[in-house]
């Protein structure tokens, strides 16, 4: 990162990401990219049995095969690395199709939508970088300029608020500044706490906030429980990345009339194609979809992009870090033109690695190991225990 990103729960310094090469016997090569280091890596060899001696073609048996650990509510910490390697299998099997065919992951889908996905800014309150040139925005008028440097550089027209860090006081005020300084020029305004808001915090903020318009507020508090009451009680839909991350979840999300939007995330959900099951159910069950967004890398972010591309209950525009790291491992990092990303041509993905730069990187993992995000080096001690505010 430019420079230490805050949120509610720490500091996001980096990002940490296992990149898959999948050869085939006849001299194809996909590519993967999932969630986590070393321990995620290590669970490749446990799923080998699910993938290996399989033609690509044949990504729904693979998938299938992923899928007998969705028999077990057990959610250890192999159960959730394998839905990181299932992610990145099929993932690498679509990019081996796509190169099969001479077709681009999105036209094997069904065809692209749309040729553009639309991004909003996603705004942090971040400490300063080690150099003090970047960073240090602490209140309204620091998340003002950040929003007008991105919108300068990438087209932006809205945006996301990475909020839960400071007094709900201080956050309140950062978003009327921002609607009283770029008015109807911010289209979309989303606030996002990670679930440490109490209720009652949650029903207070939301309240006043409403007037600002909000798109919606993702993970306002900790559990469904919760998000129930406060959509019962205030003007603003709700989005989950936290609470709702497998499909036994969802029919208790909708029982309770917790949610509006789901994030999907191709690694929390197990793959592209546990998203596009999702999006039929948010298609008959009526909420909408949104992309979760955790660092990715341009493997990651390029699959996600031919996923919204082709899928219509993903209607909301994405957000991003993308904007704030500082590099990639992919030959062509991502570029915005006017706020949006454009597919990439070429089959597949489209998308190639930068040898030089994943073997730097890979030398920096061994050296520093995982970023974890749920500490505050400012605040030694600190731990947030949930509610915070
Ligand atoms: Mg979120």
Redesign the pocket.
Known sequence: MEAPLRWSMGVEHGTTRTIVELHTDAGLVGLGETYGGASTAARFRSAEPFFIGYDPLEVSRIVKNFEVFRTTSEQSALTIELRYVAAAIEMACWDIIGKIQNKRVCDLWGGADSELVPFIAYLFYRYESLNKKKGGENGPEAICDQYEDHVRRFGFTGL?L?TGVLHPAIERATIKRLRETFGSQIEQLRV?P?QVWSTATAINELKRLAEYDIEYC??PTYNLEGMSRIRATVPVPL????AVLNFDQVAPMLRMRALDTI?VDPYFWGGITQCKKLAAVAETFGFSLAI??DRELGIGMTASLHLWATTPSLCHKYDSHYAFQEDDIITKPLQWHKGSVALPTGPGLGVEIDSEKLEKYHRLYLEKGDEIEFFDFKRPGWIPHVPIW
């Open positions: 996301k990475k996002d990670n993702e993970d989005a989950t990345n936290m994030l979760h967004s």
